[in-house]
């Protein structure tokens, strides 16, 4: 059945409206969040090659993937934005949560779309969010690996776009817990942007700003994940009892919240625009109106790092970990069974080994192997249905499980060997540091031995001396000694 265009959805508009007027009384805030990431995907890795090929990426799968988003999604999307931002001033404004890894293959593969993210940056109304640079999971292992790729990323951004990452943090997918709040605090964050879970609610609103229960100076920014997921997953979709979504219908579900809700976290893929929602479907030109209609019923549009000075309604504890990943909203999607469990444990038991290492090589590698899209490709959870994970190129869950564990063999024999001549290269360095320190010890010793040799002559010459002159006394004492006997 062909898909109706943005046009058919605006005439399609009178049999949606509801009789029910809405009085805006209040200007409400909307903060549109997009989230992109690119992994580094393996190539299919053999027992055979473990020992003799240490290439583990598979450069045309990269490559094809990163060219087809940025052709489909990136570089439409971003020229969208960039217009919008113009058309309207300052009162559009956007965030980018965007993996290391993704500007890596960026940089490699398509130069063309880090240059339109930098002339969205140089417009001052975009905002990138702190992040872990590999998309990984390392907050659940490695507090100190987890801080080491949120610094890289800071340094990431930095260095593509000039501008330093704003106050708020999203991790992983939305990952979120009490103990990560702890860290992102320690490390000058001021929110966090995660997901507005049911569980974690309850019949609380998402659209408030919200602060942690264990540390409360973070604010919590909550992904209102109804509206979000309606235009990331039901947008085209002619079975949703919505169907079709206009940016009219979207608006007034808005208004029709309390009034005393008004921030609305509005946060998805990127890739929502043009590929996991087709051009056809009309995705784009509801990208482009959305600000416009909502300019004009009263909306605002804010980023994140200008609602953590609001006031928090209350605090959100969150003990087990949550994110964004399927009903379940938690870390089932990577950790969900025991293939994911053992890849996830072999692979931060190297951390410390790998930290102590100075290649520059292992440590690449090392973060590109944590991105957690290797393990999501493990998971069980929908393997029966026939349902897939997104451009998962392996057949089944232990096809990915066996692909990953071999490529990890073959990364751990590497650093050991490396471990080797490291530790070899530390004795040396050792004993021709303990060569020196004996050296100078013995040049200390001779030149304090020079020193009593010269302070031994002066006092031998001195002794000479006293003698030439006492001899002559001696004998006049002695002759006049004699003289007088007589």
Same mark, same amino acid.
């Given at each position: 059945?062909?898909?109706?265009? @943005?046009?058919?959805?605006?005439?399609?508009?009178?049999?949606?409206?509801?009789?029910?007027?809405?009085?805006?009384?209040?200007?409400?805030?909307?903060?549109?969040?997009?989230?992109?990431?690119?992994?580094?995907?393996? *190539?299919?890795?053999?027992?055979?090659?473990?020992?003799?090929?240490?290439?583990? @990426?598979?450069?045309?799968?990269?490559?094809?993937?990163?060219?087809?988003?940025?052709?489909?999604?990136?570089?439409?999307? $971003?020229?969208?934005?960039?217009?919008?931002?113009?058309?309207?001033?300052?009162?559009?404004?956007?965030?980018?949560?965007?993996?290391?890894?993704?500007?890596?293959?960026?940089?490699?593969?398509?130069?063309?779309?880090?240059?339109?993210?930098?002339?969205? #940056?140089?417009?001052?109304?975009?905002?990138?969010?702190?992040?872990?640079?590999?998309?990984?999971?390392?907050?659940?292992?490695?507090?100190?690996?987890?801080?080491?790729?949120?610094?890289?990323?800071?340094?990431?951004?930095?260095?593509?776009?000039?501008?330093?990452?704003?106050?708020?943090?999203?991790?992983?997918?939305?990952?979120?817990? $009490?103990?990560?709040?702890?860290?992102?605090?320690?490390?000058?964050?001021?929110?966090?942007?995660?997901?507005?879970?049911?569980?974690?609610?309850?019949?609380?609103?998402?659209?408030?700003?919200?602060?942690?229960?264990?540390?409360?100076?973070?604010?919590?920014?909550?992904?209102? @994940?109804?509206?979000?997921?309606?235009?990331?997953?039901?947008?085209?979709?002619?079975?949703?009892?919505?169907?079709?979504?206009?940016?009219?219908?979207?608006?007034?579900?808005?208004?029709?919240?309390?009034?005393?809700?008004?921030?609305?976290?509005?946060? %998805?893929?990127?890739?929502?625009?043009?590929?996991?929602?087709?051009?056809?479907?009309?995705?784009? !030109?509801? %990208?482009?109106?959305?600000?416009?209609?909502? %300019?004009?019923?009263?909306?605002?549009?804010?980023?994140?790092?200008?609602?953590?000075?609001?006031?928090?309604?209350?605090?959100?504890?969150?003990?087990?970990?949550?994110?964004?990943?399927?009903?379940?909203?938690?870390?089932?999607?990577?950790?969900? $069974?025991?293939?994911?469990?053992?890849?996830?444990?072999?692979?931060?038991?190297?951390?410390?080994?790998?930290?102590?290492?100075?290649?520059?090589?292992?440590?690449?590698?090392?973060?590109?192997?944590?991105?957690? !899209?290797?393990?999501?490709?493990?998971?069980?959870?929908?393997?029966?249905?026939?349902?897939?994970?997104?451009?998962?190129?392996?057949?089944?869950? @232990?096809?990915?499980?066996?692909?990953?564990?071999?490529?990890?063999?073959?990364?751990?024999?590497?650093?050991? *060997?490396?471990?080797?001549?490291?530790?070899?290269?530390?004795?040396?360095?050792?004993?021709?540091?303990?060569?020196?320190?004996?050296?100078?010890?013995?040049?200390?010793?001779?030149?304090?031995? !020079?020193?009593?040799?010269?302070?031994?002559?002066? #006092?031998?010459?001195?002794?000479?001396?006293?003698?030439?002159?006492?001899?002559?006394?001696?004998?006049?004492?002695?002759?006049?000694? *004699?003289?007088?006997?007589?």
């Amino acid at each position: 059945m062909p898909q109706p265009t @943005y046009a058919t959805f605006i005439t399609a508009l009178a049999a949606v409206k509801q009789t029910k007027t809405i009085k805006y009384k209040k200007m409400r805030k909307i903060c549109l969040n997009f989230q992109i990431h690119q992994p580094f995907r393996l *190539k299919r890795y053999r027992f055979f090659n473990i020992g003799e090929d240490h290439y583990y @990426y598979d450069d045309y799968a990269n490559e094809s993937y990163v060219r087809k988003m940025a052709d489909l999604s990136y570089l439409p999307a $971003n020229k969208i934005l960039l217009d919008l931002i113009k058309a309207n001033k300052n009162r559009f404004k956007v965030s980018f949560s965007i993996s290391g890894t993704a500007l890596d293959q960026f940089e490699l593969y398509t130069p063309e779309v880090l240059e339109s993210f930098k002339k969205l #940056a140089d417009t001052g109304c975009v905002e990138f969010l702190g992040g872990t640079d590999a998309q990984s999971l390392a907050a659940l292992a490695n507090r100190k690996e987890f801080e080491n790729q949120v610094t890289q990323h800071r340094e990431k951004i930095k260095k593509f776009f000039g501008r330093e990452v704003g106050d708020v943090f999203c991790n992983t997918s939305m990952l979120y817990s $009490n103990d990560i709040a702890g860290y992102v605090e320690e490390m000058g964050f001021h929110g966090v942007l995660t997901e507005g879970a049911r569980h974690i609610l309850g019949w609380k609103s998402p659209n408030y700003v919200y602060c942690s229960a264990t540390n409360p100076r973070v604010k919590l920014l909550l992904r209102n @994940y109804k509206l979000s997921d309606d235009i990331r997953f039901n947008f085209s979709s002619t079975s949703w009892s919505e169907y079709p979504l206009t940016v009219e219908k979207f608006l007034y579900w808005m208004n029709a919240c309390d009034e005393k809700e008004d921030l609305f976290n509005i946060s %998805l893929d990127y890739t929502t625009f043009g590929d996991k929602q087709p051009a056809s479907s009309g995705i784009f !030109d509801f %990208l482009r109106y959305l600000p416009v209609y909502a %300019l004009k019923q009263g909306f605002s549009f804010v980023n994140p790092s200008e609602m953590v000075s609001a006031a928090p309604i209350a605090p959100v504890s969150v003990r087990f970990p949550i994110s964004w990943m399927d009903e379940e909203r938690d870390t089932s999607a990577w950790l969900g $069974n025991e293939l994911q469990q053992e890849a996830f444990h072999q692979l931060y038991d190297l951390a410390e080994r790998v930290a102590l290492t100075d290649s520059k090589r292992i440590k690449a590698d090392w973060k590109y192997l944590q991105a957690c !899209d290797h393990l999501r490709f493990m998971s069980t959870k929908h393997y029966a249905t026939g349902r897939r994970t997104p451009y998962n190129p392996y057949d089944s869950p @232990y096809d990915a499980f066996i692909n990953y564990m071999n490529v990890l063999s073959d990364f751990t024999t590497r650093l050991q *060997k490396i471990e080797k001549k490291e530790e070899q290269s530390i004795s040396v360095g050792e004993l021709e540091k303990a060569l020196q320190e004996k050296d100078r010890q013995y040049a200390k010793i001779k030149l304090e031995l !020079d020193k009593l040799r010269v302070s031994v002559a002066k #006092a031998r010459k001195a002794f000479a001396a006293i003698e030439e002159i006492e001899e002559p006394v001696a004998k006049k004492k002695t002759s006049r000694a *004699k003289k007088a006997d007589k």
